[in-house]
């Protein structure tokens, strides 16, 4: 369900409960993670993740006009699964910024290669939809990702099947079964 305006809080009223919320959304956000590797993650997104990030844009930019809050959900209404998929932010996290420049070059086309796994069906993300994150040397440190699941993955996973998410590209082949109550978290995101 996209986010609209009355969603959301006025600056006011967020700055006096950002505390809370931000805390509850940590919280939330420790069960969307997926490390996948030491040095790519996948963090999914959902509506409340999303709400978050729209009020700390809002804030940081002072926004509170009607036309600006519009283009900051327009923004981020596209990363909210819509119960059919899952969306997540992809990184590839290196603290050496040489060892990061070389791991880009690398590992061009990683996001092409990403994928998630249940009931037997495997799933390859579709990548950066919203603009291109790589040219024709190196891939782009971040990557935002959809995965569109089959009718099996969506029902084995909320079935409480074991769930896999790995990549196989040439340079970086790494697989992992993230905890039950990360896949919970991503099974609520299906819709019945």
Request: hydrophobic share 40%; glycine share 4%.
């Amino acid at each position: 369900m996209r986010l609209t305006r009355s969603d959301l809080y006025s600056l006011e009223e967020y700055a006096e409960c950002r505390a809370d919320f931000r805390a509850r959304v940590m919280a939330h956000k420790q069960d969307r993670q997926v490390p996948v590797g030491p040095h790519a993650t996948l963090y999914f997104e959902d509506r409340l993740t999303m709400q978050y990030q729209v009020q700390e844009m809002l804030r940081a930019e002072r926004i509170f006009e009607a036309r600006g809050i519009q283009e900051e959900l327009d923004t981020y209404n596209p990363l909210i699964p819509d119960g059919r998929n899952w969306k997540a932010t992809f990184m590839i996290e290196y603290t050496d910024v040489d060892a990061r420049h070389a791991a880009l070059v690398r590992l061009r086309g990683i996001e092409d290669r990403v994928w998630v796994q249940a009931g037997g069906d495997r799933v390859y993300a579709v990548a950066d939809e919203d603009l291109v994150r790589d040219d024709a040397t190196r891939t782009s440190a971040v990557h935002f990702l959809r995965f569109e699941l089959t009718a099996r993955v969506a029902e084995a996973v909320k079935a409480g099947a074991a769930l896999t998410v790995g990549i196989d590209h040439p340079q970086y082949s790494h697989q992992v079964e993230p905890a039950a109550r990360v896949r919970d978290s991503l099974a609520a995101d299906l819709s019945e």
